[in-house]
C-alpha cells in the first residue's frame, strides 16, 4: 500500500537536531542593548549588537566537567524571560544608592544524556551579566568544572587594552601572579601577551565607535578565579582557569562544584562612549551579601610609614610620629606595616594602639597570608592562613582595639586561594575587623558580598613608584587607565598622593616624581577606595603648599555618586565624584602637550568654586573661579598635570 505521508515531513524528521539552529533573544530595558542565544550544530553560542552594532559576534558557551560534558550535543529545550527591578545602597563603591532594571533571559540546555545546563543571562542598559546554573537532577551531585568554553568574540577591528597575567612562582619571593603587570594599549584584537598566558580581568575593548569591557563577579570560595586566554586568529578570548604551578602547585585548577550550583557571573559593559564603562555598577548589582556586618564599619583616611620610610620605620617611635600625622590631617587610621611582631612587639603595640586610640586614630595591621605558597619572609607570618592560628590572632586584635588588617602575598585565583580570601573576610567579620588586601586578586563584587572588605591592590600600586623610576616615568599614563579598566569594577587600594618630590625619608635621594602637586591632588578623588592609606610623609606639613595639606585634610574616600565627563584610556582622564553636598571634579593628563577642555558641570551652574591646577612650569596653585550660568568651564590640563574642582 503507497503511503500517503508527505514526503517533505519525513525529510524533516530524518534530519538531526545537530544541524538545526535555534536561538532567543533579550533585549535592555531600553532596546538598545541585544544579546541573542543560539545553538548551531549543537553548541551554544551567543552574540551582541548595541543600537546596531555588532559587539560580539558569535560567542561559544558550555562548560566541560569531569562527569558531564556542556558543551556539545546540546538542545535548547526552552527558555523564559522575567524582569528585574532592584535597589540597593552601598557605601563603599562609586555609588551610594543604585537602582538597577534588567530583563533577565533563562535558557535550558539538554545533552544528549538528558542533563540540564541553564544559561541565565541579565541584561541592563549597558550591562550583560551571565552565568551557569547545574540546577538538582539526581546523580552525580558533586562536580569538577575542568573547562568553561565561555568566549568573547570581538570583530575583526576591536583594539584591546590589557594587562598580560602573569606567570606564577616567580617575581619577588615567587609571589606571582600578584595583579601587578603593566598595560598594553590599542592591541589588535588577535594580539598574544606578553606571557602567553593570556589576559587579566578586566579587559577593556574599543569596538569602532563603542567600548566593551569584559570582567567576572560573584567568585567566592566556591569557584576558582579566571581570566581570559590569549585570542585565537579571529579575535575570541576564552575563559581561563589558573594554571596549575601557582599557589606553590597545591589545589586543583579547576572549580569543584555541588549540584545544584551556579558560576560566577561573567560580566560585559557597553556604550557607545566611555561613560557606561566609568560608571558601571554591574560587579555590585548581581551579587548579594553573603553575611551581617558584625559591627558598623567605618571608612577614612590613613597614613603609613612603609611608602616613604620603608622597613626601618617598623618601630615604636617612628609609627608614634605617623600616628601624630595622622592625628593633624584628622586622618581615622594608621597602618602599620610588615615586621611590626619582630621590631616592635606584641606587648609594644598594645601600647602602641593605646597611643593611638588616644589619638582618635585606628590602627590598621599588616599580616603574611601564607607560610607556604610563596617564600615571601615578612612576618607576621603562618598567622592567616589556617583557622586556629588565624582567629586566635583576631581575638588579640578585638581585644586591643585593632581596626583592620592589609594581608598580602597571596599569589593565584585557584579555588583554594578563594577559599581562603572568603575565610579571611567571614572570620576578621566576627571580630569586627576590616580587610584590605595586596600582592592579590582583583576583587570580584566583594564590596557587596562582603560587608567588611575594604578595597584591593591589584595594580601596579604606589609601591613601584618607590620601586622604580620607570613607574615614575609612567605613573600620569597609568593613572588615566585606571578609572576605565581596573578601577571600573573593583575599589583600589593604590596607597598614593605623594608630595614628596623624592622617594626617600628626606626627601632628597630615591626616584623622583614627574608629576605635579594638582596631579597628585587629583589621584585622591580620581582612585576609589573606601579606606585610603595616603602617601603623605611628616616633612610634608612643612615642605608641602599649605592648599595641598588643607585639601588632603578634607577630601573624602566615599562617594555618592561618579559621573564620567571626559577623557581617553592613556591619555587624560576627568572625573566628578559627589560626597553629600559637595561634588569634586578630578582631571590628570599623561599627554605631552596640554589638554583644553570645556566641561559640562551643571552642579556648579554659576556657583563660585575652588579651582586647583598647574602653571606651564609644573608648580601648582589655587584660586577661586566662577562657573558660568550654563554651568560650563574652561579648563587646561598640563602635561603631567592634573585640576581639581571643589563646590556644592
Not at 601564607?370 to 607576621?380: C, E, I, S
Not at 580620581?526 to 612643612?542: G, K, R
Amino acid at each position: 500500500m503507497k503511503s500517503t505521508f508527505p514526503l517533505f515531513l519525513y525529510l524533516l524528521m530524518c534530519i538531526p537536531f545537530l544541524t538545526q539552529a535555534q536561538n532567543t533573544t533579550v533585549q535592555s530595558p531600553d532596546g538598545r542593548l541585544q544579546v541573542e542565544v543560539l545553538l548551531q550544530n549543537g553548541q551554544p553560542q551567543y552574540r551582541v549588537s548595541y543600537a546596531g552594532e555588532s559587539i560580539l559576534e558569535n560567542s561559544p558557551l558550555g562548560l566541560k566537567t569531569n562527569l558531564i560534558d556542556f558543551s556539545s550535543n546540546l538542545t535548547l529545550e526552552g527558555s523564559k524571560q522575567s524582569k528585574i527591578d532592584q535597589t540597593y545602597s552601598q557605601e563603599k563603591i562609586k555609588r551610594s544608592q543604585v537602582h538597577y532594571q534588567a530583563n533577565e533571559l533563562e535558557c535550558t540546555f539538554v545533552n544528549k544524556d538528558k542533563k540540564v545546563l541553564q544559561v541565565v543571562f541579565r541584561v541592563s542598559n549597558n550591562d550583560i551579566a551571565f552565568r551557569y546554573q547545574l540546577p538538582e537532577q539526581g546523580d552525580p551531585r558533586a562536580l569538577v568544572v575542568e573547562q568553561e568554553m565561555t568566549g568573547f568574540n570581538f570583530p575583526q577591528q576591536a583594539k584591546g587594552f590589557l594587562t598580560p597575567q602573569s606567570k606564577s612562582m616567580v617575581g619577588f619571593a615567587r609571589t606571582k601572579p600578584s595583579y601587578e603587570e603593566g598595560y598594553q594599549v590599542e592591541q589588535d584584537i588577535a594580539a598574544k601577551s606578553a606571557h602567553g598566558l593570556g589576559y587579566t580581568f578586566p579587559g577593556l575593548f574599543r569596538v569602532g565607535s563603542h567600548w566593551a569591557l569584559i570582567s567576572e563577579t560573584g567568585v567566592r570560595g566556591l569557584y576558582c578565579g579566571s581570566h581570559l586566554n590569549d585570542p585565537t586568529a579571529d579575535g575570541t578570548y576564552t575563559i581561563a582557569f589558573p594554571d596549575i604551578t601557582e599557589n606553590n602547585g597545591f589545589g586543583s585548577t579547576g572549580a569543584a562544584i555541588g549540584v545544584p550550583g551556579t558560576t560566577p557571573w561573567r560580566t560585559i559593559t557597553v556604550g557607545k562612549g566611555l561613560k557606561p564603562i566609568v560608571e558601571t555598577t554591574i560587579p555590585y548589582d548581581v551579587v548579594e551579601p553573603l553575611y551581617e556586618p558584625s559591627i558598623k564599619y567605618a571608612y577614612g583616611k590613613g597614613t603609613w610609614s612603609w611608602i616613604m620610610w620603608q622597613d626601618q620605620s617598623m618601630k615604636y617611635e617612628d609609627q608614634v610620629t605617623y600616628i601624630d600625622l595622622a592625628a593633624q590631617l584628622g586622618y581615622q587610621f594608621i597602618l602599620i606595616d610588615a615586621l611590626w611582631d619582630k621590631n616592635i612587639g606584641y606587648p609594644r603595640m598594645e601600647e602602641l594602639i593605646r597611643y593611638a586610640a588616644s589619638k582618635n586614630v585606628g590602627v590598621f595591621l599588616w599580616y603574611n597570608s601564607n607560610g607556604t605558597v610563596n617564600d615571601a619572609p615578612q612576618t607576621p607570618l603562618n598567622k592567616m592562613n589556617t583557622a586556629i592560628a588565624r582567629k586566635k590572632e583576631m581575638q588579640w586584635m578585638k581585644q586591643n582595639g585593632v581596626k583592620g588588617i592589609k594581608v598580602d602575598f597571596f599569589g593565584g585565583d585557584k579555588q583554594e586561594t578563594m577559599r581562603l580570601y572568603e575565610d579571611i573576610l567571614s572570620d576578621a567579620n566576627d571580630y569586627g575587623l576590616m580587610v584590605v588586601f595586596h600582592g592579590a586578586t582583583l576583587p570580584r563584587g566583594w564590596e557587596r558580598m562582603f560587608p567588611n572588605y575594604v578595597g584591593s591592590e591589584a595594580v601596579l600600586a604606589s609601591e613601584n613608584l618607590m620601586f622604580s623610576q620607570h613607574s615614575n616615568d609612567r605613573e600620569a599614563f597609568s593613572a588615566t587607565l585606571h578609572p576605565f579598566i581596573r578601577n571600573a569594577v573593583g575599589s583600589m587600594e593604590f596607597g598614593g598622593v605623594v608630595l614628596n618630590k623624592r622617594y626617600n625619608r628626606t626627601n632628597n635621594g630615591g626616584n623622583y616624581r614627574k608629576t605635579t602637586d594638582a596631579f597628585q591632588l587629583a589621584t585622591s578623588v580620581l582612585f576609589q577606595n573606601p579606606v585610603q592609606f595616603f602617601a603623605l610623609a611628616p616633612n610634608n606639613l612643612q615642605d608641602a603648599p599649605a592648599f595641598a595639606i588643607d585639601f588632603m585634610k578634607q577630601v573624602p574616600t566615599t562617594w555618592d555618586d561618579t559621573r564620567f565627563l571626559d577623557g581617553y584610556p592613556g591619555k587624560y582622564s576627568v572625573l566628578a565624584r559627589q560626597h553629600g553636598a559637595n561634588w569634586y571634579v578630578a582631571g590628570v593628563n599623561a599627554q605631552a602637550e596640554p589638554v583644553n577642555l570645556k566641561l559640562s558641570l551643571p552642579m556648579f551652574s554659576g556657583k563660585e568654586v575652588i579651582f586647583y591646577g598647574d602653571n606651564q612650569d609644573g608648580s601648582s596653585y589655587t584660586k577661586k573661579v566662577k562657573v558660568a550660568k550654563n554651568g560650563e568651564l574652561k579648563v587646561t590640563i598640563q602635561p603631567q598635570g592634573g585640576i581639581v574642582v571643589v563646590g556644592k
